[in-house]
C-alpha cells in the first residue's frame, strides 16, 4: 500500500560573514541530543521529528527546515532559531523563516520522518 505523506518546508537566510562557525556550533551542540549528518558543504540535524540542512557562503548561512506537519516544522525552527541568535548574540544575529509556497509530497514515506522515528521530542530538552 502507498502512503502519502506531506512535508512542509521553510528556509532562512541568515546574513553573516560567520556561516561556517555558527553552522558547526549548532551542530556540536545540537549533536548531543540529536542526529548529526555530514553531507559535502551541508550538515543537516535530524531533530523533533523534523530537520535542518544548513550550508554557508561568504555572506550567508543558510537555514532549510522541514518536517511532516506544521507543529513539527514550527518546533524545529525554534529550537535552531533560539540557539542560533544566543550563540550569536553579540554579532546581533536574528533568524526570520520563510515558509515554502507549496508543500512537497511524498509516495513512499520521509526519510526525515523515518530518521527521527526514535528520536526524542528535543523542543523540551534544549
Known amino acids: 500500500m502507498t502512503t502519502h505523506e506531506t ?11 560567520r556561516g561556517e562557525r555558527w553552522r558547526k556550533q549548532l551542530a556540536s551542540h545540537l549533536g548531543r541530543k ?12 535530524l531533530l523533533a521529528g523534523g530537520s535542518c540542512a544548513m550550508t554557508y557562503d561568504a555572506t550567508t548561512l543558510r537555514l532549510d527546515a522541514d518536517g511532516p506537519d506544521q507543529d513539527t516544522l514550527a518546533q524545529v525552527q525554534h529550537v535552531i532559531g533560539v540557539h542560533l541568535e544566543r550563540f550569536a548574540s553579540e554579532e ?3 533568524v526570520t523563516w520563510h515558509r515554502a509556497e507549496a508543500a512537497l509530497h511524498s509516495s513512499t514515506g ?3 520522518r523515518q530518521a527521527n522515528s526514535t528520536i526524542p521530542d528535543l523542543h523540551r530538552q534544549i
Request: glycine share 6%; hydrophobic share 30%; with cysteine.
Open 7 to 17: 512535508t512542509v518546508r521553510s528556509h532562512a537566510d541568515v546574513p553573516t560573514a
Open 34 to 45: 540529536c542526529e548529526v549528518v555530514h553531507d559535502g558543504d551541508t550538515i543537516t540535524l
Open 92 to 94: 546581533g544575529l536574528r
Open 110 to 112: 520521509s526519510p526525515t
